[in-house]
């Protein structure tokens, strides 16, 4: 859930527009209607009210320094609003950069690694406490301390490895400097980021004020500056937001102040039952798509409320190249071959388009031919070469060799990995899948103590540039706990082009190189993950909402701010 935006003063500026058509962001907008340039959504509906709406599974947290799932960044993207952040519109716009809390965007100067922002005046958190500038270094401070998924993008700020390495809650980050008084904020980068600005945007720096603890506060999240504000917590239950009593006042300009007063989600782990519950107008919204063998009843009942809308997304199986089997590159190469990706695919009910690259579909260094014909493991479309894995496996002298699939308990998380065991078995292990709660999965095998072999992963962008994608194989991401690079993906060269490239802000000029990159990563002999398709995402609610007027953004997908009843 993770661009090389438009900077000031930068020639980062100059390259937007030329990376959002590349992306074809546009291409990516459901049925819904779009909303004006001032974040104000269309339709007719009513002011006020309440709705009820559900995830399959719990949040990972609700604490914005931690949350790193489209379960979490979904709602806390209208209660934790950074110094930047995207205007609340559908496709290509939606996709820009925009001053969110700051005044402006960067001025960045010193080579690309000095970035200087202003606080806007009169500011307020949901709790009444006035936001000052030092509130965003402790924001920072919280993602390296909590040792945060995010923690990565933030790495390149002078002195954080010191922040971090000293352990000192308190200590300083030296590349930050505030001024309480004239709200101005100074960051000072070891190296020039392309796409620094991009990460100001995401939820991890969403500002929360100075005094907020250094713990997980997803029983009680702490107050934020955004539309709507976490009033109640109840982990594996529910979560309640209401509309924050003052951020109306503000006006900041392309950032929607909300409609309905209250959204309670329950968290309800039958999606047959949501489903159905959507469709009787028991729930007004249900976050995960409709499970397959509900999706034609859901077409023919209820076409005039319901899309899907293809997102910037990969799906893939991680495999730890840490523990056996899979430190064999012979193994690795042995699963691409053998995964059933139109299997797969069919499991998704049509909204899984296969595929072999790990750089997303509108990605600058996607390459289509690569994706689908050009797959070095054969066409994606086509059932897998299992004689050829079968080979591989033996070759490699691990036949029988008993395999923990990991995967968790969301629709259709869970068949998928049960399918993935079954194709392994076909391969010649012995496998058996292991089915987590969703709201701890990504945690458990983010923690290197798990020593997970392999299992399910993906992966939704937070910004359309592929540094989004590179990191969660980066060995310079790597870390104990919270680990994104679910594989422990270290080669050499693989990092060296991630940081040669991180420096190149004329992101066009390089898409050929991001392009080789994708390559050298899937393909044998490295074979270091097994991509197997792009998602789509639903929008499904009820007749008492206003379909017209919902807004699907290109990053966080449902705008719950944009939702009205009729």
Known sequence: MNLVRDLRDSLIGKLLAVVLISLGLGLAVSACGSSSDEGDSGGSGKEGGEITISQTSQPDYLDPALSYTVNGWEPMWIVYTPLLTYPHVEGTKGGEVIPGL???????????????????????????????????????????????????????????????????????IKGITTNDKTGEIKIDLISPDASFSNILATNFAGLVPGDTPFKNLTEDPPPGVGAYVITKSVPNREFVMEKSPNFASFKIPQIPTGHVDKITTEIIKNANQQAQDVLANKLDYMQDPPPADLKPTVEAEASDRYSETTTGSTYYFFMNTRVAPFNDPKVRQAVNYGIDKPGLARIFAGELAPGCSFLPPGMPGYNEAFDTTDCPYGDPTQPPDLEKAKQLIKEAGVEGTKVTVWGNNDDPTDKVTEAYADMLNQMGFDATPKILDGGVYFQTIGNQKTKAQTGFANWFQDFPHPLNFSFLVDGDSIQDTNNQNFGNVDDPSLNKTINELTLETDLPSVADRWEAWDQELVSPPNSYVAPYGHRKLATFVSDRIDFDAIVFHPLYNNDYSTFKLK
Request: aromatic letters at 10%; proline letters at 4%.
């Open 102 to 172: 700051a005044e402006d965007l960067p001025k960045v100067s010193n080579g690309g690694k000095t970035y200087e922002l202003k606080l806007r005046k009169g500011l307020k958190y949901s709790d009444g406490q006035p936001v000052v500038a030092s509130d965003f270094t402790h924001t920072i401070k919280r993602v390296l301390n909590l040792e945060s998924g995010g923690s990565f993008f933030f790495e390149n700020i002078v002195g954080a490895d010191e922040y971090i390495k000293n352990g000192d809650p308190e200590g300083d």
